[in-house]
C-alpha cells in the first residue's frame, strides 16, 4: 500500500511540476512585457502581472495555489485498506487494497484545472526563451530588444535597485534571499502565518471542549494522545472511513488478539 502511494505521489509531483515550469516561463515572459522583470527566477504563486483577469494574475495564481493543495491531498486519500467485516461476526477478514474513486475524480480535476491555467498564460504572451539559464533569457532579451541600458548601475546587485553610486566591483559574498527576491518574505510569513493559525486553532477547540463540552462525556472519553485528534470521537477509538464502511482500531485490536 505505502508502495503505490508513494508511485502516486511522485506521479502527482511530476505532473505539477511540469505544469509550473511552464506557468513560470509565461510568467517570466509576461513580466518582460510589462517591463517588469527584474529577476529570472520568480515565485510563480506569489508574483503576479498586472490585471485580476490574466492568466499569470492574482486571481489565477490563488486559484493555482488552491489546486496545488488539492492535489497533493487528494492524492494522498487515493490508495487505502478496504476491511471486509460480515455483519454476522465481529471477526475482520484480511484487508484489500482499495483505490477510493472520489478523491481520484477530485486528483484528475485539480490537474485539469492546473493544466488549462499554465496552457491560458502560455498562449496569452510571446515567450522568448524556454530555458531558465539566465544568460540564454539574455540573449533574448538583447535579440527582441527588451534590454533597456540602465546608467551608473556597472556590475550592481540586483538587490541593490534603488543605488546609483556608479559603478563598483561585484560583491565577494552574495546578498541572502531574503534582500536579493521580496516574494521570498512573503513565503516566510505565510508559513510562519500558516503556524500561527494552527496553533491558535488548536488552543481554541481545547478551550472550547474544555470549557463547554467536558462535562458531557465521562474521563474515559476525555481529550487525550491516544485520539490523534483535537476532537474526541466518543467512543474512546480512532474509526476510519473504508470503502467498505466503519473500522474501529479497538474492535480491530480485540479480533486479532482473539
Same mark, same amino acid.
Not at 504563486?45 to 492574482?58: C, D, E, I, K, Q
Not at 516566510?188 to 486553532?201: E, N, Q, R, Y
Given at each position: 500500500?505505502?508502495?503505490?502511494?508513494?508511485?502516486?505521489?511522485?506521479?502527482?509531483?511530476?505532473?505539477?511540476?511540469?505544469?509550473?515550469?511552464?506557468?513560470?516561463?509565461?510568467?517570466?515572459?509576461?513580466?518582460?512585457?510589462?517591463?517588469?522583470?527584474?529577476?529570472?527566477?520568480?515565485?510563480?504563486?506569489?508574483?503576479?502581472?498586472?490585471?485580476?483577469?490574466?492568466?499569470? *494574475?492574482?486571481?489565477?495564481?490563488?486559484?493555482?495555489?488552491?489546486?496545488?493543495?488539492?492535489?497533493?491531498?487528494?492524492?494522498?486519500?487515493? /490508495?487505502?485498506?478496504?476491511?471486509?467485516?460480515?455483519?454476522?461476526?465481529?471477526?475482520?477478514?484480511?484487508?484489500?487494497?482499495?483505490?477510493?474513486?472520489?478523491?481520484?475524480?477530485?486528483?484528475?480535476?485539480?490537474?485539469?484545472?492546473?493544466?488549462?491555467?499554465?496552457?491560458?498564460?502560455?498562449?496569452?504572451?510571446?515567450?522568448?526563451?524556454?530555458?531558465?539559464?539566465?544568460?540564454?533569457?539574455?540573449?533574448?532579451?538583447?535579440?527582441?530588444?527588451?534590454?533597456?541600458?540602465?546608467?551608473?548601475?556597472?556590475?550592481?546587485?540586483?538587490?541593490?535597485?534603488?543605488?546609483?553610486? *556608479?559603478?563598483?566591483?561585484?560583491?565577494?559574498?552574495?546578498?541572502?534571499?531574503?534582500?536579493?527576491?521580496?516574494?521570498?518574505?512573503?513565503?516566510?510569513?505565510?508559513?510562519? *502565518?500558516?503556524?500561527?493559525?494552527?496553533? *491558535?486553532?488548536?488552543?481554541? /477547540?481545547?478551550?472550547?471542549?474544555?470549557?463547554?463540552?467536558?462535562?458531557?462525556?465521562?474521563?474515559?472519553?476525555?481529550?487525550?494522545?491516544?485520539?490523534?485528534?483535537?476532537?474526541?470521537?466518543? /467512543?474512546?477509538?480512532?474509526?476510519?472511513?473504508?470503502?467498505?464502511?466503519?473500522?474501529?482500531?479497538?474492535?480491530?485490536?480485540?479480533?486479532?488478539?482473539?
Amino acid at each position: 500500500m505505502e508502495i503505490l502511494a508513494l508511485t502516486l505521489n511522485l506521479i502527482v509531483t511530476l505532473c505539477t511540476e511540469s505544469i509550473g515550469f511552464v506557468h513560470c516561463i509565461s510568467l517570466r515572459s509576461a513580466l518582460t512585457s510589462e517591463s517588469r522583470l527584474w529577476l529570472n527566477t520568480n515565485l510563480r504563486l506569489l508574483t503576479a502581472v498586472r490585471g485580476w483577469y490574466s492568466p499569470n *494574475g492574482a486571481l489565477l495564481n490563488g486559484i493555482s495555489g488552491v489546486l496545488l493543495v488539492i492535489s497533493y491531498s487528494s492524492a494522498s486519500l487515493v /490508495v487505502c485498506l478496504d476491511y471486509q467485516i460480515p455483519s454476522h461476526t465481529p471477526i475482520i477478514f484480511p484487508a484489500r487494497i482499495a483505490f477510493a474513486g472520489l478523491p481520484l475524480i477530485i486528483l484528475g480535476v485539480a490537474l485539469s484545472l492546473q493544466v488549462m491555467i499554465a496552457l491560458s498564460g502560455m498562449w496569452a504572451v510571446k515567450i522568448l526563451t524556454w530555458s531558465s539559464s539566465p544568460f540564454d533569457l539574455t540573449a533574448a532579451l538583447v535579440h527582441h530588444t527588451q534590454l533597456t541600458p540602465a546608467t551608473l548601475r556597472c556590475m550592481c546587485r540586483v538587490s541593490d535597485l534603488d543605488t546609483y553610486g *556608479g559603478p563598483t566591483k561585484p560583491p565577494e559574498i552574495q546578498p541572502s534571499a531574503w534582500r536579493a527576491h521580496p516574494s521570498i518574505r512573503k513565503a516566510v510569513f505565510s508559513l510562519w *502565518g500558516i503556524v500561527a493559525a494552527c496553533a *491558535g486553532w488548536a488552543a481554541l /477547540v481545547m478551550y472550547i471542549w474544555g470549557k463547554f463540552l467536558g462535562g458531557w462525556v465521562s474521563s474515559s472519553d476525555a481529550l487525550t494522545l491516544q485520539t490523534g485528534s483535537f476532537l474526541p470521537n466518543g /467512543v474512546g477509538s480512532i474509526r476510519y472511513l473504508m470503502p467498505g464502511g466503519f473500522c474501529s482500531l479497538s474492535t480491530w485490536q480485540l479480533s486479532r488478539d482473539r
